[in-house]
């Protein structure tokens, strides 16, 4: 089966304009995560998603960032007026439960913010 | 605080020895999980390992291994007989609280390179 998938792959983008990054998880995935990966670091949290509850936001750097997640399914991160340390490696990852530890990656979305 | 430490920003081993990551975290929750993922130059994060904190044996994935030192809070993924395809960054993270909450804490990585 597929495995979960990121678009677009790579974005460019000028400082001050909005993006929007797409994620796909493995069908019947009910949890999904966003992270944030800057250049040599480790990843960093953003949001969670589980089934129909509530996502949990507290990795959200700033107002500026929101997720939504339409029918259980495709998450989108949006990024409001962009900034340079905006930058990054965004990952998507989603898992069958929130109680599945195993948590399957996609391959990202690297923005560029110039 | 830093939750979790990787001390070895790199790691050069020769093709066929054992080599030993070092992760230690920091937590006050009783109830609490520990992974290992490796990160090739593709980018996408792979999963290897997984350690629960009442777990009474230490996790053991084919040529993976983690040395779960609880009262040490160390969690130490052992590679043996080393490949050149283990080349790659290696990412320790830690699950706090209960089962449901899945949030991942990441350490800062070891840049892990294989020599032939």
């Known amino acids: 089966g597929a495995g979960v998938s990121q678009s677009p792959s790579n974005k460019v983008t ?11 998880p493995i069908s019947g995935h009910t949890a999904l995560y966003w992270y944030r990966q800057s250049l040599g670091q480790g990843l960093e949290f953003l949001i969670y998603f589980q089934g129909n509850s509530a996502p949990d936001k507290s990795g ?16 989108t991160l949006t990024i409001q007026r962009t900034q340079q340390e905006d930058s990054a490696v965004y990952l998507c990852a989603s898992s ?5 530890y195993e948590q399957y990656f996609g ?8 | 605080a830093q939750k979790i430490t990787q001390t070895q920003p790199g790691m050069f081993v020769q093709e066929k020895e054992a080599v030993t990551l070092d992760c230690t975290y920091d937590t006050s929750d009783p109830s ?10 593709s980018g996408e994060m792979i999963f290897l390992i997984y350690q629960g904190s009442y777990d009474q044996q230490n996790a053991t994935e084919g040529r993976y291994s983690l ?9 130490n993924l052992v590679i043996s007989a ?11 993270a830690m699950r706090e609280g209960r089962e449901g ?5 990441f350490g800062q990585g070891t840049r892990l390179t294989i020599n032939p």
Request: proline share 4%; net charge positive; glycine share 8%.
């Open chain 1, 107 to 114: 391959p990202g979305t690297r923005l560029t913010v110039t």
């Open chain 2, 32 to 41: 609490y999980g520990l992974f290992w993922y490796k990160q090739p130059s």
């Open chain 1, 96 to 100: 069958r439960t929130s109680d599945s």
């Open chain 1, 14 to 24: 000028e400082k001050g304009k909005d993006v929007e990054l797409r994620c796909d």
């Open chain 2, 67 to 75: 040395n779960f030192q609880k009262a040490r809070k160390s969690a």
């Open chain 2, 101 to 105: 909450a899945q949030k991942l804490v």
């Open chain 2, 82 to 92: 080393s490949q050149l395809g283990d080349s790659a960054m290696y990412f320790c």
């Open chain 1, 60 to 75: 959200l750097p700033s107002d500026r960032f929101s997720a939504e997640r339409t029918g259980g399914s495709v998450s």
